[in-house]
């Protein structure tokens, strides 16, 4: 039972990638899955939030517009599309997973399952 966070890399300002959050072992469809950033020297941040069943969608001020969140049910896997990415996007991201709703995902400090980081570097 797992996660699987991957798709980050380097790139320009103004550039795009797409991360994804792999499901193993379980199935993505009751939880919540929320992205998560942490830049050196700054607390985690949560960025993005999905619960499809509850058509439940949040998205942090710092990346609304830019960043889209989605889900493939038949690949259980959820994806964020990054366009327009910032140097202050750079960071290390994270997607975790949690039987319960988005707002309550946003407050919480553990979560059901963690994906390993992928490194996010934005060049100027």
């Known amino acids: 039972v797992q996660l699987q966070a991957s798709g980050g890399g380097l790139v320009q300002s103004g550039g795009s990638l797409r991360l994804s959050c792999a499901a193993s072992g379980f199935t993505l469809d009751y939880y919540a899955i929320g992205w998560f950033r942490q830049a050196p020297g700054k607390e985690r941040e949560v960025i993005s939030c999905?619960?499809?069943?509850?058509?439940?969608?949040y998205y942090a001020d710092s990346v609304s517009g830019r960043f889209t969140i989605s889900r493939d049910t038949a690949k259980n896997t959820v994806y964020l599309q990054m366009n327009s990415l910032k140097p202050e996007d750079t960071a290390v991201y994270y997607c975790?997973?949690?039987?319960?709703?988005?707002?309550?995902?946003?407050?919480?400090?553990?979560?059901?399952?963690w994906g390993q980081g992928t490194q996010v570097t934005v060049s100027s």
């Open positions: 999905i619960r499809t069943r509850y058509g439940s969608i």
């Open positions: 975790a997973a949690d039987l319960t709703s988005c707002l309550r995902l946003r407050t919480k400090d553990e979560h059901d399952y």
